[in-house]
């Protein structure tokens, strides 16, 4: 293990990157499954109101979001035969699984004990995935200090992440209807997703052991106090800290309406969602070596922008579909988010490593932890906020739990699903692109 503090040039295998990509397979299953169905699934057969499962959610989110960053801190200083990050990856592997079954097997009884059922597994899931994504996280700025390096290792991410959102985003909802579309379907499901979960991050932890890794710079306790005055000095950082506080909050509201929309806009089932996202995941991941290649070619800001402006206006194109829609239609917007989602997934993560590096330019420390931290720290807080979004606009536009999933909902419900959708991903998209206006770093910035 490396405990200098000058900058070496590592070349990472192919199998390593693979290797750690394949964490983002059980974090984005994890993380999107809940995100997707969990607010449908409560209203829809456990019968909790679109507002109090909403707060459930959000509430869970923000125990998420204060732990994070001591489980940063605690991460820096961590001293093990296992490095500092994989040791709190193995712990957590099991508890995410758990948990993520636990939600998904509420049992049957009265509102309040079903309300406080699933308010403590909500827990345990937040701090479990507190406990593995924030190490995790962590491990690429220590991996190499070569800035297309880093692309290489995201690239990786990138791919796996992009299967873990099908999963979670088609593949969980595809397999509760495919299990009978009830409640006992859906708890069969969480029991099933849940082992996938744990399997998949505890393979993770094993075959990253030959990843390089490096020891705390400093033995000593660093306030936190001082930690955030360094991050105020990182601009790079708090602009993208901002750029990914829009998005995500733009795509935690789409991820949440996702199933409302299918099922009471187009009178779609779960298959018809998956099948969009099973679209949706190939091309990103075909489209992956031509986005690292514009990256190369026109910088990896100008790229960024460009695959958010993109998005968007694909996004709008949802304004005019309907169930008489053609396929071919139906598929060729999946294609196009596919392609520019790969863009914006690739470049957002890879400069978000940069910024790490950037930091340590800047304090000759090594606090990946604490980063890694502080960007999960936005990215739940901003994901808590959609179910929340989402629960309100329904509650008080007069969406009916009552109803069957496809039947016909008042216009103001509509309304509610079409901005959660359409109109709040692609108002905070377009806020996150103003923002990157203003990313100073570049690639001699970095190698100099």
Known sequence: MSNTRTDVRTLVSTRVAASWGLGSLGTATMLNGVAAILLYFLVTFVKIEP?????????????DVVTDPPMGMISDRTRS?????????????????????????????????????VGAGLVLYALSYTAFQVPYMAMPAEMTDEHHQRTKIMSWRVVFM???NLAGLGGVPALAEQLGADRAAYGEMGILIGGFIFVVMLACFLMTGEA?????????????????SWLLDNKPLLIMI?????????LASNIAVAMFFFAGVLKFGGKMLGLFLGLQTITSILCLPLA?????????????????????????????ASPEEPMAIFVGRAILLG???????????????DTFAWDYRLTGVRREGVLSAAFSFVEKACMALGPLIVGTLFSFMGFDKQLEPTADQSASAVTAMYLGFIWIPVGMQIMSVTLLKFYPLTEGDLQS
Request: hydrophobic share 50%; aromatic share 14%.
């Open 81 to 117: 035969r296992f490095g500092r990050r994989r040791p709190w990856m193995l712990g957590a592997s099991f508890f995410c699984g758990l948990s993520f079954a636990m939600l998904f097997n509420v049992p049957e009884a009265g509102i309040g004990a079903s309300s406080v059922y």
């Open 51 to 63: 507002f109090l499962a909403g707060a459930l959610l959000f509430g869970s989110k923000m125990l």
């Open 212 to 228: 390089r890794q490096t020891q705390p710079t400093h033995d000593e306790h660093i306030p936190l106090r001082r930690q955030l």
């Open 292 to 320: 690292a290649w514009v990256s190369k070619r026109v910088g990896k800001r100008e790229a960024y922008m460009a695959s958010l402006v993109g998005f968007c206006c694909v996004v709008l194109t949802w304004l005019v």
């Open 242 to 250: 901002g750029t990914k506080v829009a998005i995500y909050i733009g």
């Open 162 to 164: 992009t299967f873990g």
């Open 339 to 353: 392609a520019f989602g790969a863009g914006a997934h690739l470049y957002g993560q890879s400069m978000l490593m």
